[in-house]
């Protein structure tokens, strides 16, 4: 009977026991899978309190059992349902933390933006008002040329009248002086044809050297005007060219007699006179005058002046 008492015994505390295990393997597993799904929450600890009752009679133990598994499942289910909900919790906080760290980073990304179109527009505008201030500068540029230009031709117009008025000035005098020549040759001839032979020798002298003198500056006027100055002229160089006319004052011939030196000086002279051509002027005087000093007339040229 002894054995008996004690074999019932055991088996009333192994049935309990064995479905504390399962329960506490069921809890352990599901904390397992949790873990795995939700590595980032902190590990749950939950609190299991099973409490294991000796019975005192066999039929006590064996109509409270059914019981006590029920009370103990339903304590390891409350436990359970917390880390749901926690997990649920923490999903839906990860869920607001992203949608508001995408909200940021789409306010950001707006700032940014509106930044760099401010800057664009900032730039775009400075561009333009460099380019107006080119273009500024540029117009007055080209005013002030064209001040310039328009006062540089006035300076030109200006001196241009004032060399033709200048010119005329010379011309005038010139004629003048002509004029004032023939006027008196004319009376030169008069005078020779007085009665008085004496007299009129001796006048005919005095006109005859009066209009040699004339018709010398007339020739040194007219082979200067025909005289074209060599780039190799130089100060102190001279050249005697011998003349050589007719009565009518044609030039025959011209030929160095003295070189300077400079070929294309002593060239530049012979073609002066050969350019003259003839000086009608001549005719003025008698024979014996244009014998004596024109048949062969010699002249001196030099880069600064031109002598007889």
Known sequence: MRQLSEQSSSESYFWPV????????????????????????????????????QLKSQSQAT????????????????????????????????????????????????????????????????????????????TEEEKKKAAEAAKKKAEAEAAKKKAAAEAAKKKAAQEAARKSAEDKKAQALAELLAENTEYQQTMAESVGSQVAG?????????????????????????????????????????????????????????AAVRNVGRIQEMQQLDRATFDAMYRQRRVIFKPEDLSL
């Open 214 to 270: 004339n018709l010398d500056d007339l020739l040194i006027k007219l082979v200067s005007e025909q005289w074209q100055r060599p780039p190799s002229a130089r100060n102190g160089m001279s050249v005697e060219v011998l003349i050589e006319m007719l009565p009518d004052g044609t030039i025959t011939n011209a030929s160095v007699t003295r070189s300077s030196g400079d070929r294309p000086f002593d060239n530049s002279a012979v």
């Open 18 to 53: 064995v479905w504390a295990v399962v329960l506490h393997l069921v809890i352990f597993a599901m904390l397992f899978v949790s873990f795995q799904f939700t590595p980032e929450l902190p590990p749950a600890r939950p609190i299991i309190q099973t409490t294991l009752y």
């Open 63 to 138: 109509t409270q059992t059914p019981q006590k598994i029920a009370g103990e499942a339903k304590k390891t289910a409350a436990p359970s349902n917390q880390v749901e909900q926690l997990e649920t919790k923490k999903v839906e906080q990860q869920k607001q933390a992203a949608a508001a760290k995408a909200a940021e980073q789409k306010k950001v990304a707006e700032q940014k933006k509106a930044q760099e179109t401010k800057k664009a527009a900032e730039t775009k505008a400075a561009e333009q008002k460099k380019q107006a201030a080119i273009a500024k500068k540029k």
